[in-house]
């Protein structure tokens, strides 16, 4: 019997409400949180538990046939992988956000050469570049709303819930780059030689959502 890997957050806002999804449609881990690869109680599928960000390059590359990320996540990579189902979690969206007190409406009235934090460079340089702004994009690992305070930055991309953060933070949202949730996504080559078992799964998962 053919086995098969879905890669799942180890950390995160999308953690549990993807274990909980996976319990639901009997694919319970059979070990500890300390324990990356584990088996399940459906005989022959493990869960792997990764950085949400690394899902989608183990599943690009084989390494796990399916995963649970978010779609920020898996458009950020740029990574060829069939995106199975829509999933009712982790919904967010990417946004543009400035100091509160800036001028500023529009994402397309940053002034040339404006500096953007972000920890979605790929997004944010393809976003301006579409809208015709030059911008110089700074890549930071976490912390992004600080950054107009401090200087480093005349404003960020970053996602937001509920605004709340941002608020919190001095900032206000201008304009949306894009909408998220979680996705199940799928290696292409496992599509296609563990067909049968991809589609139980996913029709679980769909079931259970």
Do not use: W
């Not at 009997?26 to 950085?51: C, E, F, H, P, W």
């Not at 001028?103 to 015709?132: C, M, W």
């Not at 894009?178 to 589609?199: G, H």
């Amino acid at each position: 019997m053919k086995s098969l890997i879905i890669a799942v957050p180890n950390k995160g806002r999308l953690m549990q409400p993807a274990r909980d999804l996976l319990d639901h449609a009997g694919l319970k881990r059979l070990k500890d949180d300390r324990v990356y690869l584990s088996n399940t109680t459906s005989a022959g599928v493990q869960i792997l538990m990764v950085r949400a960000t690394d899902i989608p390059v183990y599943v690009y590359h084989g390494i796990a046939d399916l995963g649970i990320t978010g779609r920020d996540i898996v458009a950020e990579t740029g990574l060829e992988v069939y995106e199975l189902a829509d999933l009712p979690f982790g919904n967010c969206n990417l946004v543009v956000a400035v100091k509160r007190e800036s001028a500023y409406k529009l994402p397309t009235e940053l002034a040339s050469g404006s500096k953007i934090a972000t920890e979605f460079p790929n997004l944010t340089r393809q976003y301006f570049t579409d809208n015709g702004v030059q911008v110089e994009v700074i890549t930071l690992r976490g912390a992004v709303e600080i950054a107009p305070i401090l200087g480093l930055a005349d404003a960020i991309t970053d996602l937001s819930v509920t605004g709340k953060t941002l608020e919190k933070n001095g900032l206000r949202p201008i304009g949306r780059i894009m909408e998220s949730t979680a996705r199940l996504i799928c290696n292409k080559v496992s599509y296609k030689t563990k067909y049968d078992m991809i589609k139980k799964i996913e029709e679980g998962l769909k079931g259970c959502s």
